[in-house]
């Protein structure tokens, strides 16, 4: 079973959706059929309202499920209720972020493209910090946690079991000062370190890569278990998008694998990081 609260949650979602479908009826059905709105059967399967273990009996009675298939999902139920560590800091995480870092958490591949910054997961925390006092809306307290939350996140690529994890990232963002030229220094330096991590991949996208597939920035999280369908995550400055459907992974996979066809190889985007850092001494 998954992890983090999150995918407990989602994959809650999906079996309730696949079990309706089976059925061959509408959410405004079942709602009728359980005295319930057909808003609720909604909510519970896209996983935007709490789903309780005696919502789970009285669908499982409906649909006529097993016993095993019923304690599973009711299990599900509560523990998709557990608080997630990264929850903890309050305010230092925005509720749509919440969702990221819960699917992240349980993810076994990872494939991200950054144009404008360093990945999150590579970053110092003196970078960070330039980020988020950058964006300018949140008070020192809720950056300082925002912050903390990014640092433990990146323990992510460092366990045993750590997904199979590829970057690209623009050659933009290697030559944008952010703070100061040492903090430059010591961001890339960290850039090259993570990059040496057996369950890492980084490739640089050079500015003389010529023509690319220009999608902004975005990450597609890949899951273990063959029900849990890959999400592609983009975000903004006060919100984020989660796409799921067979056309967006599709395209978004496409996009990726000319990203990664255009960027220089593993090898000699280390080299290229290299000789920025050096420039960056001087």
């Known amino acids: 079973m998954a992890g983090s609260p999150t995918a407990r949650r989602r994959r809650l979602s999906i079996e309730l959706k696949k079990l309706r479908e089976k059925s061959s009826l509408t959410c405004a059905q079942v709602g ?7 808003s609720k059967v909604n909510r519970m399967e896209t996983g935007s309202g709490r789903v309780q273990p005696s919502d789970i009996d009285a ?29 903890e800091h309050g305010a230092g995480v925005p509720e749509w972020f919440n969702i990221y870092i819960g699917l992240e958490q349980d993810a076994s591949t990872f494939r991200q493209y950054q144009c404008e910054v360093v990945p999150g997961l590579m970053q ?16 020192t307290e809720d950056i300082t946690r925002a912050v903390r939350v990014r640092m433990e996140r990146q323990a992510l690529l460092r366990q045993p079991d ?9 050659e933009g963002p290697l030559r944008h000062v952010i703070g100061d030229r040492a903090l430059m220094r010591e961001q890339l330096e960290r850039l090259l370190e993570t990059a ?8 640089v996208l050079p500015f003389d890569a010529g023509t690319y ?5 975005f990450t597609m999280l890949g899951f273990p278990a063959p029900e849990d369908p890959d999400v592609v995550y983009r975000d903004g400055i006060t919100d984020a998008v989660y796409l799921e459907g067979e056309h967006h992974v599709r395209e978004y996979t ?27 001494a001087q």
Not at 196 to 203: F, G, I, K, P, R
């Open 32 to 38: 009728e059929a359980l005295d319930w709105s057909g």
């Open 59 to 87: 669908l499982c009675r409906f649909y006529g499920t097993s016993d095993e298939l019923r304690e599973f999902l009711k299990s599900l139920a509560r523990q998709a209720k557990v608080r997630g560590w990264w929850q």
């Open 124 to 139: 110092t925390e003196a970078y960070a910090c330039e980020l988020h006092r950058a964006g300018g809306h949140m008070p």
């Open 162 to 170: 750590a997904p199979d994890a590829w970057f690209v990232v623009h």
């Open 196 to 203: 040496d991590l057996a369950s890492v991949t980084l490739q």
């Open 213 to 217: 597939p220009t999608t902004g920035s």
């Open 254 to 280: 496409r996009a990726f694998d000319g990203l990664r066809a255009a960027a220089l190889s593993p090898q000699r985007s280390g080299l290229l990081i290299e000789s920025i850092v050096k420039e960056y």
